[in-house]
């Protein structure tokens, strides 16, 4: 089963729309944080905003994100 079909991605960015988008700075892939409706790229520490199930992809409008204060498990 495709993972966007699972109804708990509906009310997020739709799925497919994240396997396309990549971190503008390092073109690298994006965390999906659900409840801070963020786009996280850890490498830059910068997490994009998504405003009405738009992502917002522009580095100015980046916040960034302190690894302490909410610690991620390494990539597998
Ligand atoms: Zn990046």
Not at 13 to 22: F, G, N, T
Not at 26 to 45: H, V
Not at 48 to 59: K, N
Request: aromatic share 6%.
């Amino acid at each position: 089963m495709p993972l966007w079909s699972k109804p708990s991605w509906r009310n997020g960015v739709d799925a497919r729309l994240l396997d396309i988008l990549v971190c503008p700075i390092c073109k690298g892939p994006l965390q999906y944080d659900k409840n801070a409706q963020e786009l996280i790229c850890r490498p830059d520490k910068l997490a994009f905003p998504i405003r009405d199930g738009i992502p917002i992809m522009w580095a100015d409008q980046a916040r960034d994100i302190d690894p302490a204060a909410k610690p991620v498990p390494p990539a597998a």
